[in-house]
């Protein structure tokens, strides 16, 4: 009878023994497990989630505001003389903004994709002239250029980096597809009419922005942190001012060109 009762508590101690070594398994396991998904998540370079932030602000001048000025159409002027042609290098509102500036961060490390540029861009040759003036575009990315004017063109750019382009587009040429490898600012020009100018801002990271017609630049899903602000007009030149992105929050900045 005590024979038997003693095996009874000894099977029952070595359950109890067995079921808690297989928990400590499990747990073991299971930390295991975890250790490894976050190793493989820090070799995909995933990040903790950390909240934005944006920056808003106005690039004007000071100062008296320069009047539009006309330009000479000498050519195809049943086409390109159909409107009145104003110099688009300094384009000024009346609250004194400052149109087509560039604003962009440097020193940004992560945040949102290239690809949150866009995935479509247009450089339209309508009514002689570039639309839009200023034109921003990823590295290594298509760029549509159109002929909606149904007369010769001819796409001239003029770059330090990138292989230069000098590419003749005829009326039945309705679109041309080109593309840039390195970040830099490009003028560019149609060699048959000598008035027409843009600039081609081709870049490789995304907090870039050009200025609306009011002056206005808005540029959001920033990484917290301390980074040099620019701001470059093709007439007035260039500006640089600190800024700190707090999280969760938008700070304001404003450029002060004079002529």
Same mark, same amino acid.
């Given at each position: ?62 100062? =008296? ?54 995935? =479509? ?16 575009? +990823? ?43 390195? +970040? =830099? ?61 707090? +999280? ?12």
């Amino acid at each position: 009878m005590y024979r038997i009762a003693f095996l009874i508590v000894a099977l029952a101690s070595a359950l109890t023994v067995l079921a808690i070594g297989c928990s400590k398994q499990n747990e073991d396991f299971t930390a295991a497990e975890q250790s490894i998904d976050q190793a493989s998540g820090a070799a995909a370079g995933n990040k903790p989630n950390v909240a934005a932030g944006n920056i808003r602000g106005r690039v004007v001048l000071q100062g =008296e505001a320069p009047r539009p000025q006309k330009l000479m159409v000498v050519k195809d002027t049943n086409v390109c003389g159909l409107e009145t042609q104003y110099d688009e290098r300094l384009v000024v509102s009346k609250n004194m903004g400052i149109r087509n500036a560039v604003v962009y961060l440097t020193g940004v490390n992560g945040g949102k994709p290239l690809s949150s540029l866009g995935s =479509e861009f247009i450089l339209d040759q309508q009514g002689c002239r570039y639309q839009p003036h200023v034109l921003l575009i +990823p590295i290594n990315t298509p760029l549509q250029i159109l002929n909606d004017d149904g007369i010769l063109h001819n796409f001239h750019t003029f770059t330090k980096k990138n292989r230069p382009l000098n590419l003749s587009q005829p009326e039945f040429l309705k679109k041309m597809k080109v593309a840039f490898k390195y +970040p =830099e600012f490009i003028p560019a020009r149609c060699d048959v009419h000598g008035w027409m100018s843009g600039w081609i801002v081709a870049v490789d990271q995304p907090y870039y922005a050009v200025t609306d017609i009011d002056g206005n630049f808005y540029l959001s899903d920033i990484p917290p942190g301390v980074y040099t602000l620019n701001c470059w007009q093709e007439i007035l030149g260039e500006q640089t001012a600190p800024v700190t992105v707090e +999280p969760g929050s938008a700070t304001s900045s404003t450029f002060t060109f004079r002529l």
